[in-house]
C-alpha cells in the first residue's frame, strides 16, 4: 500500500484538501461521543494538535481500544475543511493503526499541567508536552540561525576538541578524564598521569576559544558551537554542568568589531524566531512571561547600549539601590549588577567593556591604562551574563609576562604562543552561552528547562 505521509504542521497549513494521506504521532487527547471519536494527535512538527475523527462507519472505528492519551498511532483518511471552532483541518479517519499503546494507569503525562520539578524527573517523557516541545523546537531553529549568521558573515564553523590537556579559563573548574581504575595509585607519584590513557592530565574543554584562536589565525574567522562542561558549583537557575557554547573568533578584530559582532548576532537570532516560531513563542507569551513577545521585539529592532566597566560601578554606586554584595572598581560583578544595569538603568541590552584585569582571564589584551583589559560581556534582561569575551593579547612579551605573573607553566602553552611568534594579529572573540540565549527568548527561566537533558550538581538522571 503506498502512503501519502504528511506531517501535521503540513497538514494544518493545507492549501487544500487532501484525500488518502497518512499521519503519524501520538494520542494527546481523546473524545468520545456517541458515534464517533476524537482523537487529538501531535507529531511533535509543530505545537498544534491535529484533530482526527473517527465515526463508527469506518472501519478504523474498531481498532479505537488502545488508542488512548499517550499512545502512538498512525491513521489513514481525508483532510478535510472542519466544521469545528479553532481549526480549519480535520483528517476524517479511515484506517487506524495503534503501533505502541500506553497503559493509562502508569502513563506519566495524563494531567493537563504538570510542574517544571515533576517533569525534570521524567526528562525522557517531557518533550512530549506543549510547553517542552515548543522550547526544543526553538533551540533547534536558533541553533539553525546561529549556523546561518556566521554563514552570512563569512565565518567558517569548526570543530574543537572536547578532550583537552589545556584549561582555557585558568579557573580550575575542569572534570577530569581518565582510564585508571578507582583507587589506582601511580607507581611514581611524580607522574601521576604516566599510566593514564593519554600519558598526561585530560579533562573535558571548557571552551574553545583557545584551539578557536588557531583556527581563526589561518581561516580568518571562524566559530565553534559545541557541548561546554565546567565543575562549577552553583546551582544557579543560569548554571549547568553541560551547556553548548557559540564562540566565534576572528583575526583583525578589535575590541569594537566584537562588540558589534555579540550585537549583531543577539539582534539577528531574536529577528529568526520572530519570523520562524511565532506559534510557540505565543504559548510562551502567554503561559510563562507575558512580556517575552516586547523583550524578543527589542532585542531584534531595538537599541543595545555600550558602557565602560568603571561607568558601570558608578552607575551602580550611585543607584542607591541595595544590593546584596555592594559594587566596587576592581570587584567581579554578580547577577544582581548585571540584571540592574540591563533591566532597570538601561533597560535593554547593554555591553560593559574594559574590566580590571585582576577579574579576567590571562588571555585579554592589557589596555594602555594598565589597569584594565579589553574584555566585554554582554548583559540582557533577566538572565544578566549572556556573552563573555575580549580582544586578545596578540603580543607575545605581554602574554608571557601575564601567564608567569599568574604563576601557570609557561611551557604548557608553547603552542598558543606560537600562535604569536608566527604571524600575530589583533584577534577578538567571544562565547555565548546557547541554553542562555534560549532563556532569553522563550521566557524560561531556569536552564534546566532549556536543554533536553540537564546535567547540574548532583543531577544526572541517566
Ligand atoms: O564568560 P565565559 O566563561 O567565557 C569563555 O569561556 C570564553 N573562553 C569565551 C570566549 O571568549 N571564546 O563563558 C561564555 C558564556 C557566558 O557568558 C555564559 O553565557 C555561558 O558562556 N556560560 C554558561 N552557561 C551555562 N552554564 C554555565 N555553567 C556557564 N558558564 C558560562
Ligand atoms: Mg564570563
Known amino acids: 500500500m503506498s502512503k501519502k505521509i504528511i506531517r501535521v504542521a503540513d497538514a494544518l497549513t493545507a492549501e487544500s484538501a487532501m484525500s488518502g494521506i497518512t499521519v503519524r504521532g501520538w494520542v494527546r487527547t481523546r473524545r468520545d461521543a456517541k458515534g464517533f471519536s476524537f482523537l487529538e494527535v501531535n507529531d511533535g512538527s509543530c505545537l498544534a494538535n491535529l484533530q482526527v475523527i473517527v465515526d463508527e462507519a469506518s472501519p478504523a472505528y474498531w481498532e479505537l481500544g488502545e488508542a488512548q492519551n ?11 475543511e472542519s466544521p469545528g471552532q479553532g481549526q480549519k483541518w480535520e483528517l476524517k479517519g479511515q484506517e487506524l493503526k495503534v503501533w ?23 526528562a525522557h517523557l517531557r518533550p512530549r508536552t506543549n510547553k517542552f516541545g515548543a522550547a526544543f523546537r526553538i533551540r533547534s531553529e536558533v541553533a539553525f540561525a546561529v549556523h546561518q549568521f556566521f554563514k552570512n558573515f563569512g565565518f567558517f564553523y ?10 582555557a579559563e585558568g579557573a580550575g573548574e575542569m572534570f577530569r578524564v581518565t582510564t585508571l581504575p578507582q583507587g589506582y595509585n601511580p607507581p611514581n607519584p611524580a607522574e601521576p598521569y604516566a599510566e593514564d590513557f593519554f600519558g598526561r592530565e585530560s579533562n573535558l574543554t571548557v571552551s574553545g576559544q583557545l584551539e578557536g584562536e588557531a583556527m581563526a589565525m589561518a581561516l580568518g574567522r571562524i566559530y565553534t558551537f559545541g557541548p561546554t562542561f565546567r565543575a562549577e558549583n552553583s546551582n544557579t537557575a543560569r548554571h549547568a554542568a553541560e551547556f553548548w557554547m557559540i564562540e566565534p573568533e576572528a583575526a583583525f578584530f578589535e575590541l569594537e ?14 529577528w529568526h524566531v520572530l519570523e520562524n516560531c511565532a506559534e510557540d513563542l505565543d504559548l510562551f ?94 548583559l540582557v534582561p ?33 603552542w598558543y604562543l606560537d600562535l604569536r611568534r608566527f604571524g600575530s594579529a589583533p584577534h577578538s572573540g567571544f562565547g555565548m552561552g546557547f541554553e542562555r540565549l534560549l532563556m532569553l527568548l522563550t521566557g524560561i527561566a531556569n536552564i534546566r528547562d532549556v536543554i533536553p537533558f540537564p546535567r547540574t550538581p548532583n543531577s544526572l538522571e541517566f
Do not use: C
Not at 70 to 80: C, F, I, P, Y
Not at 100 to 122: C, N, T, V, W
Not at 158 to 167: E, F, K, M, R
Not at 334 to 361: C, D, M, S, W
Open 382 to 414: 533577566r538572565i544578566g551574563e549572556l556573552i563573555g569575551g575580549s580582544q586578545r593579547e596578540e603580543r607575545l612579551d605581554r602574554l608571557e609576562g601575564r601567564i608567569r605573573e599568574l604563576g601557570q607553566n609557561i611551557d604548557d602553552y608553547w
Open 257 to 270: 568589531d566584537n562588540m558589534a559582532l555579540g550585537e549583531n548576532l543577539t539582534r539577528a537570532v531574536a
Open 285 to 378: 507569551n502567554k503561559f510563562v512571561d507575558t512580556e517575552l513577545l516586547d523583550r524578543v521585539r527589542q532585542l531584534a529592532t531595538g537599541e543595545y547600549h555600550r558602557v565602560a566597566y568603571r561607568d558601570a560601578i558608578d552607575i551602580l554606586v550611585k543607584s542607591g539601590k541595595k544590593f546584596e554584595y555592594p559594587a566596587s572598581f576592581g570587584l567581579d560583578m554578580q547577577t544582581e549588577h548585571e540584571r540592574f544595569l540591563a533591566e532597570e538603568y538601561f533597560k535593554g541590552p547593554v555591553t560593559v567593556y574594559n574590566y580590571p584585569k585582576a577579574i579576567k582571564a590571562f588571555y585579554m589584551r592589557a589596555n594602555d591604562d594598565g589597569e584594565t583589559v579589553a574584555a566585554m560581556d554582554l
Open 70 to 80: 499517550g499512545a502512538s498511532v498512525e491513521v489513514k483518511g481525508d483532510l478535510v
Open 100 to 122: 505502541g499503546a500506553a497503559d493509562q494507569e502508569s502513563y506519566p503525562l495524563q494531567k493537563k499541567r504538570h510542574s517544571d520539578e515533576f517533569l525534570r524527573s521524567i
Open 158 to 167: 569548526v570543530h574543537t576538541p572536547i578532550l583537552t590537556g589545556s584549561d
